[in-house]
């Protein structure tokens, strides 16, 4: 039995157009075509249309679906196996978003309510950029750390944020100040600096031993959205966030007895 294009298009849910780009691709030909020219569908065109839904169904482009069709027995199953390890990791990074969602719906349920001006008051000019919000929660997922310091954070009081924000900024202008002035890194200024900035964070939101403080810092240079949530943009100078991490990783060093390597953050 043979079928037209627009009664294919009408029971397998596709366009006409994307027949026609089929067949014009090869993808996809008609077997026959009527006394005036119409492409005419068989049994085993319906069969082969099948397939192509079933791969796009998965997300195979095109391309991969005409390589599959042209040797099945060589390329059709380890591109299903590949294709399955694909989606395995795209359910999981997709499962550790709706914890992330869900996780910003508990902060914004616990009261703490503030209004522009009073956020203006409490955090200035520091900003929480989302995007990078939602990459950190991704990245120490499986982190204790990480899900204390929400946790905490969630529970903070607008007054606690006022204290946590005032001790930040003190710190802050402690540590330019002594940038400014020339102070070296691996200084006993700089490496008190970072001592209080690691004291900080395990007051405020979690326990932080020098490893982690190492790669926390190790953020500051890498990602410009982490620096700026300890300093200001227009309050940065060039080469503070590399200082600043030095500052941490030879603090490091001094409580580990370890020795520090500043080639990586130069």
């Not at 397939?51 to 042209?70: S, V």
């Not at 959205?225 to 080469?239: E, M, N």
Request: proline share 4%; with cysteine.
């Amino acid at each position: 039995m043979s079928y037209s294009v627009g009664q294919v298009a009408a029971f397998a849910g596709v366009t006409v157009r994307t027949l026609h780009h089929y067949d014009k691709t090869g993808l996809l030909s008609p077997s026959d075509r009527s006394q005036a020219g119409y492409r005419l569908y068989g049994d085993a065109d319906l069969v082969r249309l099948q397939q192509i839904l079933f791969y796009r169904e998965l997300g195979f482009p095109l391309d991969e679906i005409a390589a599959i069709f042209k040797d099945p027995q060589a390329n059709a199953l380890e591109r299903l196996r590949a294709r399955q390890r694909q989606l395995g990791e795209e359910i999981a990074r997709l499962q550790r978003l709706v914890e992330v969602a869900e996780r910003a719906i508990e902060v914004q349920n616990t009261g703490v309510s503030l209004t522009p001006q009073e956020r203006f008051e409490v955090f200035g000019e520091i900003t929480f950029d989302l995007s990078y919000a939602a990459e950190a929660e991704l990245k120490w997922a499986h982190s204790e750390g990480q899900r204390e310091a929400m946790a905490r954070a969630a529970a903070h009081t607008k007054e606690d944020w006022r204290l946590l924000m005032g001790e930040a900024a003190a710190w802050r202008a402690e540590l330019l100040a002594a940038f400014d002035e020339e102070e070296p890194s691996d200084g006993e200024r700089a490496m008190d600096l970072a001592e209080e900035h690691r004291l900080h964070i395990s007051r405020w939101f979690t326990s932080c031993p020098p490893d982690m403080h190492r790669r926390i810092a190790d953020d500051f240079v890498a990602d410009p959205r982490a620096f700026a949530l300890v300093i200001p943009p227009s309050q940065q100078r060039p080469g503070l966030a590399a200082y600043t991490c030095q500052a941490v990783h030879a603090n490091a060093a001094r409580h580990t007895g370890g020795r520090t390597d500043y080639r990586e953050v130069r």
